[in-house]
C-alpha cells in the first residue's frame, strides 16, 4: 500500500500555503495567529488540494466515459472531517511537523471541529462512508443533500428528561463548504397547472408557483492515498428577494413571511411531523432536495454529452431509502416539459437509471402523503405520479391476470394516501436490502406482491463501514498491532484482516490484543470521569449499547436485565458477579414520548445504583449524553459487548455492529439484520446469541400467541422488576415503560428476556477466563474485513450500477 504522500503537497509547500492563507484570508502573521486560526487556515489549504484533484479526476473520468453515480439521501452524517482528509491524503506527519514549528499541537485543531450533524443515525453515517468508499474505489460520485443550518440537535439530559438543544455547526463546519453560487436552482411549489397541446405537442405551464432558490455548498471527501474525491453538494434554500409589492402596499409582515418560508426549509435536520405543518415541511424538504439536484445532474450530462438519451448508461441516480423518491417524477417533468420527451420515451429513460436502497421493514418509516397535501404542495409532481400509478396498474393487472386485491396493496396511490416505496419499486430497475435477512424479508413479506411479479428486481447489498476512520483512525493503537502481524494492506483491502486469524491462539498476541482494549477502556474512563462525574472500572465488562433510542432496539430489554440484575445483588450482595459497566448512548425522536421515558429510566437507574454503596463497584449505568460521531470513534475501541438485541425481523441491517466487532468487541444479539452475517463470519462460538429467530417471531404473531401479562405473571423475576418500574425510585415511577411491556409489548421484551439472561451470563462466565475472552475478541476483528463499506460499493458497483 503507498502510505506516502499523495496530495502532491510537500512539507515546505504545505508550511507556504498554510502561511499565505492565514495572511490572505485572516490577515495574521503564523506567530500571531490563534488556534482557531490554523484550524481554519488548514482546512481551507485541504478543501483548495481537493479541488484540484476533484478537477482532474472528473475530467479524466468523462474522457475513459466513466458512468457517474449520484447518491440522494436525506443525511449525511459525517462528523469531524479533518483527521479523516489529511489521513486520506497521507499528510498527517506533514501537517503536524509544519504545525509544531508554531507550538500548535494538531490534536488541538481537531477538537476544535464540529460534528457536521447532518444526519440522524446509521443512515447518514452509511451515506458518509460511502462517499469515502466511492472516492477509494475510483467511482466519480456526487452526493446531494440539503445544508441543515441545524443539524441533529445536542441533547441535554434535565433530571433524565432530554431536552433539544440547537446544534449550531456551521461557525466551525462552514469552512470546508465551497459556496457554487452560479449553479443555483429554481424549485417551485403550490401554484396551479395550465396545460395544452399545439401542433401535436404538450405544453405546461406551472402558473403562481412559491418559487425557493437552492444554492449549493460543495464538501470534498478524498479517497484513501487520493486516489478520487468525491463531492457532497448540500443545498440552502433562499427566497428570490424580498417582494416589493408586498411590502409597498404595507403587507408587511406577509412579505416577511414568504422570505422566512422559503428560508426554514433547510433550516432544521427532520423537523417533527406529528402535524400537518411538520408533514409538510417535511414534503417541501424532500422536494425542494430532489428538483435541485435532479436539474443539476441534467445539466451535468448534458453539458458533457449533449443529449438525454445516453443518461441511463453514463449516469446512475441511487435513491437511498424513501426520502428522495420524488427524484422519479421530478426527473419525469424535466423529460417531458422541459426536454419534449413523450411519456414513453422518459419512462424508458427513468426506469433505467434510478436505483433504490430500503433500509427499515418498519411500516412508519415507509413514508406516505396524504394525496391533498400531496396535489396543493406539488401540483404537476402530483399530475405525475397520478399517472405513473394508472400505468403501472395496469401493467400489473395484466401480469397478475387480473389480482385486484395484489395490485390494490402495490399501488402508489391508494385511499388517499400516496405510498413513497411503492413509486420506487415501480420505477427502480434494482431494489436492494442492506443484509440478507433485510432482503429475504422484503421479497417474502414487505414487497412481495412486486417480487412475486417482477422477482428480476430485487437483490441484496449487505452494508459497510469506513474501516479506514473507525479502525485507522479510531484505534491507532490496534491498528498498529494489526500491521506489526499481518502488514499494511488491510487498510486498502480489509478482507486482509482475515490474516489475523491465526494469532488468535498465540497467547502472547493475546495478551497484547487485551492491554489496547484495556488502554482504550481507561481512555473512555477518563472521559466519563470528566463528563458524569463517575468513577469506573476499566477492568469490569464494558458492555455498550449506542444507537438511536427506539422500542424495536429494544433499550428497554437491556435496561430491564439491569433492574432484575440490581435487584438480585441486592437480595444478595456476597453473590459471585462479574463486574459490569453499562455504556449507553442515545438520542430519540423529539416527540417521541415513550423512547424519552426509556432513556428517563435507565438514566434514573444508574443514579439508584450509584447511591448504592452496596453494589456501585460491582454495577455501572452510565448514559453518555449527546451521543455522536465523534464520541462513538472514542467509545467503538474500548466496547468489550456489544448490544445488539433488537427483536429478530425488525431491523433492516445496523452499522454500529460492524463497528464494534472490528474493534474487538464481543456480540451479544438476535438473529437479526446483519448479525446473522456477522455469525457466519465469526462462527457461534464467538458471539453470544440468544432470543427468537425472525421466523419463530412471525409464527408466534401468526398464532395470535403472544401474551405478554402471562409472561410477567408467570415469571418470577420479570414480575418483580416491573413491579419495582411501576413502584419508582429515585423519586419517579416509571410506569409507562413497565404499562408499555405489559399491556401490549409490542417488540417482545419479556419473550426474550430468559434467554438474553442466559446469554448475559454466559458472557460474564467467559470473560472471567482472560484467554478465552481475547480469542474471541481477536477472532471478531479478523471476520470483520467483509464488512468493510469498500466491499459494499464494489458490490454496488458491479451488481447495480453496472460498472
Not at 484570508?25 to 503564523?30: A, C, D, I, L
Not at 438543544?165 to 403550490?190: A, H, I, S, Y
Not at 402471562?710 to 413497565?738: E, P, Q, T
Request: charged share 25%; with cysteine; glycine share 8%.
Amino acid at each position: 500500500m503507498n502510505t506516502e504522500n499523495t496530495s502532491g503537497v510537500t512539507e515546505e509547500e504545505l508550511s507556504s500555503l498554510l502561511t499565505s492563507k492565514l495572511l490572505h484570508n485572516f490577515s495574521v502573521q503564523p506567530q500571531n495567529a490563534t488556534n482557531e486560526n490554523f484550524y481554519n487556515a488548514l482546512v481551507l489549504v485541504l478543501r483548495d488540494i481537493m479541488r484540484q484533484k476533484r478537477l482532474k479526476y472528473i475530467q479524466q473520468a468523462h474522457k475513459n466515459n466513466t458512468r457517474q453515480v449520484y447518491y440522494l439521501c436525506m443525511e449525511f452524517l459525517m462528523g469531524r472531517s479533518l483527521k479523516n482528509t489529511l489521513f486520506n491524503l497521507n499528510i498527517t506527519d506533514e501537517a503536524t511537523t509544519v504545525l509544531k514549528k508554531y507550538n500548535v499541537k494538531l490534536d488541538t485543531l481537531f477538537e476544535l471541529e464540529p460534528d457536521a450533524g447532518l444526519g440522524n443515525g446509521g443512515l447518514g453515517r452509511l451515506a458518509a462512508c460511502f462517499l469515502d468508499s466511492m472516492a477509494t474505489q475510483s467511482i466519480p460520485a456526487i452526493g446531494y443533500s440539503l445544508l441543515y443550518e441545524y443539524g441533529i440537535f445536542r441533547q441535554k439530559l434535565v433530571d433524565g428528561w432530554q431536552t433539544e438543544m440547537p446544534d449550531f455547526w456551521l461557525p466551525g463546519g462552514e469552512v470546508w463548504l465551497l459556496p457554487r453560487p452560479e449553479l443555483t436552482k429554481q424549485v417551485m411549489f403550490g401554484g396551479n397547472i395550465r396545460e395544452w397541446w399545439d401542433d401535436g405537442h404538450h405544453h405546461v405551464e406551472h402558473e403562481n408557483a412559491n418559487v425557493v432558490l437552492a444554492q449549493p455548498y460543495d464538501m470534498m471527501v478524498a479517497g484513501k492515498d487520493g486516489r478520487g474525491i468525491s463531492t457532497l453538494r448540500l443545498w440552502r434554500s433562499t427566497a428570490p428577494g424580498m417582494d416589493m409589492s408586498l411590502f409597498n402596499q404595507g403587507e408587511y409582515i406577509r412579505a416577511m413571511e414568504q422570505k422566512s418560508m422559503a428560508e426554514v426549509i433547510t433550516q432544521v435536520l427532520y423537523p417533527a411531523d406529528n402535524h400537518r405543518e411538520g408533514k409538510s415541511l417535511r414534503l417541501s424538504q424532500q422536494y425542494f432536495l430532489v428538483s435541485a439536484s435532479v436539474q443539476d445532474i441534467v445539466r451535468r450530462h448534458l453539458d458533457v454529452y449533449g443529449t438525454l438519451d445516453s443518461l441511463p448508461d453514463m449516469t446512475a441516480i441511487h435513491i437511498n431509502d424513501t426520502h428522495p423518491t420524488l427524484a422519479i417524477p421530478e426527473l419525469m417533468r424535466i423529460l417531458m416539459d422541459e426536454c419534449g420527451y413523450s411519456w414513453d420515451s422518459a419512462w424508458d429513460i427513468v426506469s433505467r437509471t434510478v436505483a433504490y436502497t430500503n433500509h427499515t421493514v418498519m411500516g412508519e418509516a415507509l413514508e406516505c402523503w396524504p394525496e391533498d397535501l400531496f396535489s396543493r404542495r406539488l401540483p404537476r409532481i402530483y399530475q405525475i405520479v397520478r399517472e405513473i400509478n394508472n400505468r403501472y396498474s395496469a401493467k400489473m393487472m395484466e401480469l397478475t391476470g387480473g389480482d385486484r386485491d395484489k395490485v390494490g396493496r402495490m399501488a402508489i396511490i391508494s385511499f388517499g394516501v400516496i405510498k413513497m416505496a411503492n413509486l420506487c419499486v415501480a420505477a427502480a430497475h434494482s431494489v436492494n436490502g442492506v443484509s440478507q435477512l433485510h432482503s429475504d424479508i422484503l421479497k417474502k413479506d414487505v414487497f412481495k406482491d412486486a417480487y412475486s411479479v417482477m422477482p428480476q428486481k430485487f437483490r441484496n447489498v449487505t452494508n459497510g463501514i469506513a474501516h479506514r476512520r473507525w479502525l485507522c483512525q479510531a484505534n491507532p493503537r490496534l491498528t498498529s498491532f494489526i500491521k506489526n502481524k499481518i502488514g499494511d494492506g488491510f487498510v486498502l483491502d480489509a478482507a486482509e484482516l482475515s490474516r489475523l486469524k491465526p494469532y488468535a491462539d498465540d497467547i502472547s498476541a493475546i495478551e497484547e490484543f487485551l492491554d489496547i482494549k484495556r488502554a482504550n477502556k481507561e481512555r473512555v474512563a477518563a472521559y466519563i470521569k470528566e463528563h458524569n462525574g463517575i468513577s469506573v472500572d476499566p477492568d469490569s465488562i464494558f458492555d455498550v449499547q449506542v444507537k438511536r433510542l427506539h422500542e424495536y432496539k429494544r433499550q428497554h430489554l437491556n435496561a430491564l436485565h439491569i433492574l432484575h440484575s440490581y435487584l438480585e445483588l441486592k437480595e444478595n450482595p456476597g453473590m459471585d458477579f462479574v463486574p459490569r459497566t453499562y455504556l449507553f448512548g442515545a438520542k430519540s425522536a423529539p416527540g417521541y414520548y415513550l423512547a424519552k421515558e426509556i432513556i428517563r429510566f435507565i438514566y434514573a437507574l444508574g443514579k439508584e445504583i450509584e447511591n448504592d454503596a452496596a453494589v456501585r463497584d460491582k454495577l455501572k449505568v452510565v448514559f453518555l449524553e449527546d451521543y455522536r460521531v465523534t464520541l462513538a470513534e472514542l467509545l467503538m475501541p474500548a466496547a468489550d459487548i456489544s448490544e445488539q438485541i433488537s427483536l429478530a425481523g425488525t431491523e433492516a441491517s445496523g452499522t454500529g455492529n460492524m463497528k464494534l466487532m472490528m474493534n474487538g468487541a464481543v456480540t451479544m444479539g438476535t438473529l437479526d439484520g446483519a448479525n446473522v452475517e456477522i455469525t457466519q463470519a465469526v462462527g457461534r462460538d464467538n458471539i453470544f446469541l440468544f432470543g427468537m429467530t425472525a421466523q419463530e417471531v412471525e409464527e408466534l404473531k401468526k398464532r395470535g400467541g403472544y401474551n405478554p401479562q402471562a409472561i410477567y405473571n408467570s415469571n418470577m423475576n420479570i414480575h418483580r422488576a416491573i413491579d419495582y418500574l411501576f413502584k419508582g425510585f429515585g423519586g419517579s415511577s416509571y410506569g409507562d415503560v413497565a404499562g408499555s411491556l405489559v399491556g401490549g409489548d409490542p417488540y417482545m421484551v419479556l419473550a426474550d428476556f430468559e434467554d438474553y439472561t442466559r446469554a448475559q451470563k454466559l458472557s460474564a462466565d467467559v470473560y472471567k477466563d482472560r484467554h478465552k475472552w481475547g480469542r474471541m475478541a481477536l477472532l471478531n476483528t479478523a471476520g470483520s474485513g467483509r464488512f468493510s463499506s469498500d466491499r459494499a460499493i464494489r458490490d454496488y458497483a458491479r451488481d447495480i450500477w453496472n460498472f
